[in-house]
């Protein structure tokens, strides 16, 4: 079975804070996803990556930032958290030659921004 | 501008009954549609998908019917089961570029026994 293992289930942060969120699997697979799940809104990718330091803007990056230094292992960081950041993030991956989009999600990190 | 809508933000069923839960598309470049299940507290779990060169997909109690001409898709799951009470995202993927998906705002199913 795939894991998609997050660094934290929920995280309480003061604004301005440098805030990393963590995100781990182990299926070796090539496509890394980070999304915010907000009421009424659904999911919204915030960056994705294909592959060992590539990185790609999604829909709403402002804000944020990433860091995939290794296949297994993709970052979200907050530079500067702010309370419109309160939310809660979930991480993903999928297999890229698969061509089924089938993406597997991590449990997700509720957090808050005070 | 949402390209993929689930226009219903809710759903009440009974037990035993059938849910249909429906979604619309605009963008005609997607070709491969999922269906997400997600309880609180928990991530979205992969529940059902269909190629856009089907038009019925089924797996147990679920079926998805895709009516690419009209650009939309609907999820029934029958019987309905209280356990099946969870938020449903429709997500679309193009079969170019990257190989993200589309999400739409989820519709929350509540069954009730």
């Known amino acids: 079975d795939v894991k998609v293992t997050q660094s934290s289930r929920y995280l309480v942060k003061r604004t301005g804070e440098k805030v990393f969120l963590e995100c781990v699997q182990d299926m070796d697979h090539e496509n890394m996803f980070w999304y915010r799940q907000d009421p009424g809104l659904g999911l919204r990718l915030i960056y994705f990556?294909?592959?060992?330091?590539?990185?790609e803007k999604g829909d709403i990056p402002e804000g944020y930032s990433v860091s995939r230094e290794k296949k297994e292992r993709f970052s979200l960081i907050l530079e500067s958290a702010s309370t419109n950041q309160t939310s809660m993030y979930l991480c993903?991956?999928?297999?890229?030659?698969?061509?089924?989009?089938?993406?597997?999600f991590g449990p997700g990190t509720r957090l808050t921004v005070t | 501008d949402q390209q993929v809508k689930q226009n219903s933000p809710s759903l009440s069923v009974q037990e035993g009954r059938i849910s249909i839960l429906n979604c619309d598309y605009t963008?005609?470049?997607?070709?491969?549609f999922l269906w997400y299940k997600k309880y609180p507290a928990e991530g979205p779990t992969f529940l059902i998908s269909i190629s856009s060169i089907k038009d019925k997909n089924e797996d147990g109690r679920f079926t998805v019917f895709l009516n690419k001409s009209a650009k939309h898709l609907s999820l029934h799951i029958v019987p309905s089961q209280p356990g099946d009470s969870a938020v449903y995202f429709c997500?679309?993927?193009?079969?170019?570029?990257?190989?993200?998906?589309?999400f739409g705002k989820g519709t929350m199913l509540l069954v009730s026994p």
């Open positions: 993903a991956s999928s297999y890229e030659p698969d061509r089924v989009h089938e993406q597997y």
């Open positions: 963008n005609s470049m997607f070709d491969y």
């Open positions: 997500a679309a993927s193009k079969n170019s570029g990257y190989s993200t998906l589309t």
């Open positions: 990556s294909y592959d060992v330091k590539m990185k």
